[in-house]
């Protein structure tokens, strides 16, 4: 029995002198280097809204290239039908899908600019 107790004392000195450090490290600031190694890295502190419309009018960039690209697999199914009215119904199929999803990506995009700009004039310091 009195080994067990020895034994569980020695953890407990052991545990006290290893955490004992870190605790009064605690005070000092910047113990494991965040503050430099925040400082070093190009993060950016750009605010959070003008980071998601970024990221949306990108998304919704890439959407009208695609619709783009549909537009022109149309024209060149068109051009390529040699008369076959089913080649020539395919074509316009691929190309009135393409004008209609460059409608949807432009009004997305137009609601998109207008709603980050209100958040933005509603939610800035300082108004």
């Given at each position: ?22 605790v009064v490290a ?80 432009l009004s997305a ?19």
């Amino acid at each position: 029995m009195t080994k067990k107790i020895s034994i569980f004392l020695m953890m407990a000195v052991m545990a006290v002198v290893l955490v004992l450090p870190v605790v009064v490290a605690a005070q000092s600031g910047d113990v494991f280097g965040v503050n430099a190694v925040g400082s070093e890295l190009a993060l950016g502190s750009k605010d959070i809204r003008e980071t998601v419309g970024s990221i949306i009018n990108v998304a919704l960039g890439f959407l009208g290239v695609v619709a783009i690209v549909i537009v022109l697999i149309g024209g060149f199914k068109y051009m390529t039908a040699g008369g076959d009215e089913t080649k020539v119904g395919t074509a316009r199929k691929y190309i009135i899908s393409g004008i209609i999803g460059l409608a949807i990506i432009l009004s997305a995009y137009a609601i998109t600019t207008f709603v980050i700009s209100r958040l933005m004039t509603a939610t800035e310091s300082g108004t």
